[in-house]
């Protein structure tokens, strides 16, 4: 639910009951909640969030056989992992994954889920193509239930909402998290960096995007603090995964804590300060963070003398980096 302009907190469900939508299983139970936390953006549809919680599959499903199986044409899904379990089946992989994980999906990765438990699975994605139809549809399923299950219905909308093609269940085998490149854990970034209070880890590269966009977890100590460049260019969506935070946006300050979305938007100063240990993202991804803190960590290490604050300043602008300065309280 929105607390104000900038903060989304989903551990509070949202005032209006009908701002939730539903899928069901093949016999009829409700599968999902899905509600919309921000929309998508911009050429690429960036900065689109949905909130989801995937429901426990009914008793009686065959845990070998995945659930809408399904591959994209084009766009790209991220997905926070924030309670419960799953079995993933991915390029003929089947995969366990709980609670911490992340699970980024390419185009034309085919992927299908058994879901052990509820599992709260919190999605941005982009350069999806969006059938507004659907909208529609479910609309009219909703209101009439007793139209739900008519297939003329069913027919306004083919396609769903999204680029979702449907597959034959897939034949897998079983294979550790771990050799799953698609399932990322802070336990094993790309890369990972350390500042005094702050640890930057390289989740998911530009590369595994398209070259549209990253993500990146900084890992923040208790009196970390950091200050954006006076008017960002860049429009930020923040989300806390756990741990609490002060943020400063515009001239209005608000503690974020655990399951929080925070929207920066373009030219707004803003500011952060860590009030516990803390996993903060940014699901934006335009700063290009994995080669901005490759090169300073080489200059570091090979050429330290250059590392001067133009040094660092140029660095900074030519990877999009907007943070001036970082210390702790
Ligand atoms: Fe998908």
Redesign the pocket.
């Known amino acids: 639910m929105a607390i104000n302009d900038y903060l989304i907190d989903l551990k509070i469900p949202p005032a209006d009951p009908s701002a939730i939508g539903h899928n069901r299983f093949p016999n009829g139970e409700v599968s999902s909640d899905v509600r919309p936390v921000t929309p998508a953006e911009g050429e690429h549809g960036l900065y689109w969030c949905l909130d989801t919680l995937m429901h426990k599959n009914p008793a009686g499903m065959d845990a070998s056989k995945t659930q809408g199986s ?1 591959y ?1 044409r084009r ?1 790209y ?1 991220t997905f926070f992992v924030d309670s419960g379990s799953l079995w993933l089946f991915i390029n003929g992989q089947k995969v366990f994954c709980k609670q911490g994980d992340i699970v980024h ?1 390419q185009p034309g990765q085919s ?1 299908g889920f058994f879901f052990l438990e509820d599992v709260k699975w919190r999605g941005t994605y982009h350069d999806f193509e969006v059938y507004p139809d659907y909208k529609d549809v479910m609309k009219l399923k909703r209101l009439m239930p007793e139209l739900a299950d008519d297939p003329a219905l069913a027919g306004l909308a083919p396609l769903g909402m ?1 680029d ?1 093609n449907p597959m034959e269940p897939f034949l897998t085998e079983e294979a550790p998290v771990e050799s799953c490149s698609a399932v990322k854990n802070l336990a094993r970034p790309h890369a990972k960096y350390e500042f005094p209070g702050c640890t930057m880890n390289v989740m998911v590269e530009r590369w595994e995007n398209g070259g549209t966009k990253e993500l990146e977890c900084a890992v923040l100590e208790p009196g970390f603090t950091a200050e954006w460049v006076r008017y960002p260019e860049i429009k930020e969506l923040f989300y806390v995964r756990s741990g609490k935070v002060k943020f400063k946006i515009y001239n209005e300050e608000f503690t974020a804590d655990s399951e929080c979305v925070v929207v920066a938007p373009k030219f707004a100063p803003r500011s952060i300060e860590a009030l516990e240990h803390t996993e903060l993202y940014e699901l934006g991804g335009q700063a290009w963070w994995s080669l901005f803190l490759q090169n300073y960590a080489s200059i570091k290490k090979y050429d330290p003398a250059r590392l001067t604050p133009e040094t660092l300043a140029a660095l900074k602008k030519k990877f999009h980096v907007q943070i001036e300065k970082i210390g702790m309280k």
Do not use: A, N
Request: glycine share 12%; aromatic share 12%.
């Open positions: 399904h994209h766009g899904e999906f992927q999204m979702s």
